[in-house]
């Protein structure tokens, strides 16, 4: 079994910034993609961004110069540090992993965390 712990939600006004953390733990051999999505009130899940084992990374358009995803494989987390945040990013922001197990490939969510962004 795989789990992703994330962390570092929370309020923030808007042009404020916030970093969320990833942390997979248990049992796989390696973690192909590791990514962040968001879904707010009323809207569909969307990917923020996403980053490969070797650095590769892949942003949304709406975060794009904003956000920067990283990735610390030895800790087997993944970072997002968001930065002038607006009302738009208000969301649910979870944790994904596309890795190998013995089970094969999968794909583990973690359990979201909220971020809102107000005045």
């Known amino acids: 079994q795989v789990q992703l712990v994330e962390s570092g939600g929370g309020l923030v006004q808007p042009g404020g910034s916030l970093r969320l953390s990833c942390a997979a733990s248990?049992?796989?051999?390696?973690?192909?993609?590791m990514g962040w999505y968001r879904q707010a009130p009323g809207k569909q899940r969307e990917l923020v961004a996403d980053?490969?084992?070797?650095?590769?990374?892949n942003y949304a358009d709406s975060v794009k110069g904003r956000f920067t995803i990283s990735r610390d494989n030895a800790k087997n987390t993944v970072y997002l540090q968001m930065n002038s945040l607006k009302p738009d990013d208000t969301a649910v922001y979870s944790c994904?992993?596309?890795?190998?197990?013995?089970?094969?490939?999968?794909?583990?969510w973690g359990q979201g965390t909220q971020v809102t962004v107000s005045s």
């Open positions: 994904n992993a596309d890795l190998w197990s013995l089970s094969g490939r999968r794909v583990y």
């Open positions: 248990g049992s796989y051999f390696s973690i192909r993609i």
């Open positions: 980053i490969t084992s070797s650095g590769s990374t």
